[in-house]
């Protein structure tokens, strides 16, 4: 009987409790995030005259939302703007090709709206970035990894986009 009487009396003080944590509308409620926007980059290497190699890159915004970047988070500007890693295959894990520590351009200032499926595109010069690369080249077959992260103004999530391609060794 004991435990009936003080399952009585105490009942109501923890159902009142319970409802009131569940419902304290005191704390934010949590904004619902969609999926990050998407674009798409492609790169493709080629070779100029002067037996330079230049990365063209073309970012599109394949999303529904106008994308405002910073001009300095193109891709194709500083040494930052995209992510590269080079490597020379004539070893089985590859050699990493280090870049040059010199600045790539001035920095730019402003921004950039790309509207939706609208193309924006650039250029690399891979060859400038990687002394070592023509001399890898002729070598063995170099390897270009890529990654890229658009930072919007807004700070709106943009899913990453990455690949790889290909240089394949010089004729000598």
């Known amino acids: 009987m004991t435990y009936v009487r003080l399952f009585r009396s105490t009942a109501p003080c923890a159902l009142v409790a319970l409802l009131m944590l569940g419902c304290d509308r005191t704390r934010p409620v949590a904004e619902e995030k969609g999926p990050p926007l998407t674009i798409s980059l492609t790169v493709e290497a080629k070779k100029q005259a002067d037996g330079n190699i230049v990365l063209v ?6 999303s529904e939302k106008p994308l405002v970047i910073y001009e300095a988070g193109l891709p194709w500007m500083g040494a930052y703007g995209l992510t590269l890693i080079v490597l020379e ?9 280090k870049p040059d520590g010199a600045p790539l351009s001035a920095p730019q200032i402003g921004h950039r709206t790309i509207q939706p499926n609208e193309t924006v595109s650039g250029e690399i010069k891979l060859s400038l970035r990687y002394p070592e690369l023509a001399t890898a080249l002729k070598q063995a077959d170099v390897e270009v990894f890529w990654s890229y992260k658009m930072r919007p103004v807004d700070k709106t999530d943009v899913r990453r986009v990455g690949g790889w391609l290909l240089l394949e060794k010089s004729p000598d």
């Open 57 to 62: 890159l073309h970012l599109t915004n394949t």
């Open 89 to 97: 295959t004539d070893i089985a894990e590859g050699r990493p090709l």
